[in-house]
């Protein structure tokens, strides 16, 4: 027998579950030290539980036992569930929170609402509003992500994509209304490699700083990513942008508050641009996207911190200033930026 955590199974169901490692490559998040694998479906219901509202969990095939690989990650208003093993079937109850399904190996029937919706193939999303559902497995895997996001945090997203909440109400209905996205073709194709690469890039992070820096606002991107996948039409939405006073109160504004979290969401309710034109703007003014000059202005404000800095002043405190809670993420973008290290800075080891 061999023992994980709270969780034992036998040395053959172990080799026969997971006879493959390809999953951890196929699947994000999977590789993660913090990875669980559970061996009957009611624990694999409680590793769920933690993130939905599950009212049963049981095996869609009874002849056969149940083995998962599962992984629980949190950004800010985002919550993840990656998962690989058995097929089970799900009954949950309403929540207060939107779930992307994003599938990779999985076929089954989906009841949304009251409606069944079958899902076949590695490219069809499931988006479930809040409200009762249940996932019947026909095939005999279970691999792909569950992502949750807070029904706030979507009509705050719309709001900034759309410049205004007057335009966004429109699509508020369509939100709490179930759906399937053929991503299969055209833009939808492009929208979710984009999606399961920007989920590779987050995991990358995970596990090289054993967490997820707040000050990069992470779900902020996905959230504005799945939003899209959604509802396409929103990526024509691009409004003309403000006078120069308009942009120049928002470097202002950036500067004063640069040091705390800052998404590119905010900066466009602040600003009035659409994402494309906030690019466009910041590209044509400084040569870089707006995230970009935001790190500047950090690394700037952490440069005069080092030159002024008293005896006894780590570097982590002055990382801590400027928004970052990584003292070696902070340490990577000062490096990168002025070629010295900031404990060098410190010392005044240098002019």
């Known amino acids: 027998m061999k023992r994980h955590g ?4 036998s040395r053959d169901s172990f080799k026969n579950s ?3 490692r390809s999953y951890k490559q196929h699947v994000p998040f999977l590789a993660l030290p913090e990875a669980i694998r559970t061996n009957n479906a009611e624990s694999f219901g409680k590793l769920l539980k933690k993130s939905l509202r599950l009212r049963s969990c049981k095996p869609s095939c009874t002849c056969r036992g149940c083995y998962n690989t599962t992984t629980l990650v949190n950004i800010q208003n985002v919550s993840i ?4 093993g058995c097929g089970v079937d799900i009954k949950s109850g309403p929540c207060e929170e939107s779930l992307f399904i994003i599938p990779f190996e999985t076929k089954g029937i989906f009841r949304i609402g009251g409606q069944d919706h079958t899902v076949g193939g590695k490219r069809n999303i499931v988006y479930v509003p809040p409200v009762e559902w249940e996932m019947r497995i026909k095939s005999r895997s279970l691999s792909g992500l569950m992502i949750s996001i807070r029904q706030e945090t979507i009509v705050d997203a719309l709001a900034a994509i759309c410049g205004t909440r007057e335009l966004a109400t429109p699509l508020h209905q369509l939100v709490q209304q179930p759906d399937i996205i053929n991503a299969s073709r055209g833009c939808g194709s492009s929208m979710l490699d984009a999606i399961n690469s920007y989920l590779r890039f987050i995991e990358t992070i995970k596990m090289t700083e054993g967490h997820l820096p707040s000050h990069l606002r992470l779900d902020d991107l996905l959230v504005r990513q799945l939003l899209l996948l959604r509802f396409p039409l929103l990526a024509e939405l691009v409004k003309e942008p403000p006078g120069v006073f308009g942009f120049e109160q928002l470097l202002e504004w950036i500067r004063a508050n640069c040091c705390k979290p800052i998404s590119l969401s905010e900066l ?5 641009y659409s994402r494309r034109s906030l690019q ?3 590209q044509a003014r400084f040569g870089c996207g707006p995230m970009q000059w935001l790190r500047k202005q950090r690394m700037e404000i952490a440069r005069r911190k080092l030159e002024t800095a008293p005896l ?3 570097v982590q405190d002055i990382a801590h200033q400027c928004g970052y809670i990584s ?9 990168q930026m002025f070629c010295v290290s900031p404990r060098k800075h410190l010392n005044r080891l240098i002019p």
């Open 6 to 9: 709270l969780y034992t199974f």
């Open 18 to 20: 997971y006879r493959s």
């Open 81 to 84: 569930i990656a998962t690989y």
């Open 268 to 272: 466009e309710a602040r600003s009035g």
């Open 280 to 282: 466009r703007a910041f």
């Open 312 to 314: 006894g002043t780590r």
């Open 327 to 335: 003292p070696s993420s902070f340490c990577r973008d000062y490096n």
